[in-house]
């Protein structure tokens, strides 16, 4: 590793410390936590290191992966990785040594330097991003906040995420909004097909479109961007929200390369951050007109702040969160989002060739990244997912929603290449007893 490289790790890992030099006990907890992570391998960050599987056990032994179960379902919650289990449990103890004083004069302060980690990773301003705890929180809080009156038409697609679907439900029931539905025919590598589904239900009433960036059934990337600029074509003032829930620190993107005005995430997903950790992002320009879920003493302010009134809330979560954001830089987003797809396709393109394996599941970058949901004919979807875990303790999800039917696979940075064949073995005998 050149020296320039070398600095910039120490830059990227030096941050949390030097966010947290609030009091010398925190300082020390940090630069404590900091040692760790240099045992990062001395790769230059230009070199590709997608299928460099010496890369790779480093990633994985920074995990406490289980040794009997394969864990299959990260889509679900993540893991986290050592550092930042390390940290909550520090910052958690620190916290109950004098829990106000620490937390509320001390700890607070470390989320204004998490808000600017987390916009450098989302590429905004810190000041149009607010923490909380998951992508519903983020996601309703706007559906909720926006002002919308009867007739207001809305449009989404029946392969959006319940807790989504039902909150735009309960304002059609409350304000009498207009839900416009989408029935989108999946996977698709057609930007022009999906983009039109979106356009066939704009009219003139349409005040709002909600775009899920990854859709969670099946792993579709859905043309974000692209459909953004048609809607601006069409009408400037329309709001468009963004699910980023499966999207955030999996693929390589900024939040505003997307166009939209709002984008929630949840933390504990992708980013590996503690359970129970989110981001919303607002557009400088729309937060005044978005009402706080949980009122504060300005409700219309422009301060991004106004949303996190949320209570007492956990401190040393938000602190480890800046360690998963470390953890994240030092693999790198572009190296992330290649190892992911790398993963998914790897299994898949073996299994293609069992026989009554089918894939619900594109795989071209531009279009998938780690979540792939596959079926076997003659099999239903919950007699495939527990045979899985029953023949090789293979833990995954079964997925019956509208038109997607299949077992969800979904891999992470820390999965071992032997896992994936073992899975491709399993699906290989479980279709010879079919
Ligand atoms: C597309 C999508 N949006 C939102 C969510 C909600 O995430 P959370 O439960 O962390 O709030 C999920 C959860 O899996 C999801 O897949």
């Given at each position: 590793m050149d020296r320039n490289s070398r600095r910039d790790f120490v830059k990227i890992l030096g941050g949390?410390?030097?966010?947290?030099?609030?009091?010398?006990?925190?300082?020390?907890?940090?630069?404590?936590?900091?040692k760790k992570l240099y045992h990062i391998p001395q790769i230059p960050f230009d070199e590709d290191v997608t299928k460099n599987e010496d890369y790779w056990v480093w990633?994985?032994?920074?995990?406490?992966?289980?040794p009997n179960v394969i864990n299959f379902n990260n889509g679900g919650v993540s893991p986290q990785p050592v550092i930042v289990q390390d940290?909550?449990?520090?910052?958690?103890?620190?916290?109950?040594?004098?829990?106000?004083?620490?937390?509320?004069?001390?700890?607070?302060?470390g989320r204004e330097g998490l808000r600017l980690k987390l916009a450098d990773l989302a590429g905004t301003s810190p000041e149009e991003i607010a923490i909380n705890r998951n992508a519903t929180e983020a996601l309703e809080t706007v559906i909720f906040g926006l002002n919308l009156k009867k007739g207001d038409e809305v449009v989404l697609t029946k392969q959006d995420y319940p807790n989504m679907i039902h909150a735009w439900r309960q304002r059609e029931k409350r304000d009498g909004i207009v839900l416009k539905w989408i029935n989108l025919d999946l996977p698709s590598e057609d930007i022009e097909y999906l983009v039109r589904k979106y356009e066939e239900q704009m009219t003139d009433k349409t005040k709002v479109v909600m775009i899920t960036h990854l859709i969670n059934w099946c792993g579709q990337l859905l043309p974000a961007k692209q459909i953004s600029q048609m809607i601006r074509r069409k009408n400037k003032n329309i709001y468009i929200l963004i699910d980023g829930a499966h999207s955030f620190a999996h693929f390589d993107f900024k939040i505003p390369d997307l166009e939209g005005d709002f984008f929630g995430t949840s933390l504990h997903k992708w980013l590996s951050a503690p359970f129970g950790t989110g981001m919303m992002y607002i557009k400088k320009e729309r937060i005044s007109e978005i009402w706080t879920m949980f009122a504060s003493d300005n409700p219309q302010s422009s301060d991004i702040r106004k949303f996190e009134v949320l209570g007492t809330r956990s401190f040393p979560t938000e602190m480890a969160t800046g360690y998963a954001v470390n953890f994240h830089n030092a693999i790198g987003s572009l190296r992330k989002q290649k190892r992911l797809h790398y993963l998914k396709n790897y299994w898949v393109e073996k299994a293609m060739n069992i026989k009554g394996f089918s894939v619900q599941t594109s795989l071209h970058l531009d279009f998938s990244g780690a979540?792939?949901?596959?079926?076997?004919?003659?099999m239903t979807v919950a007699d495939l997912s527990s045979a899985l875990f029953k023949k090789a303790r293979i833990h995954t999800t079964g997925i019956n929603w509208e038109n997607i039917n299949g077992v969800r696979v979904t891999p992470h940075v820390y999965t071992q290449l032997k896992d994936l064949d073992r899975l491709v073995d399993t699906i290989y005998h479980i279709s010879k007893e079919i």
């Open positions: 949390v410390a030097g966010v947290l030099s609030i009091s010398p006990s925190i300082e020390t907890v940090a630069k404590e936590l900091d990633v994985q032994q920074s995990y406490t992966i289980s940290a909550l449990d520090r910052y958690n103890r620190l916290s109950n040594e004098a829990p106000s004083y620490y937390m509320w004069r001390t700890l607070d302060e979540i792939a949901t596959f079926a076997l004919k003659g």
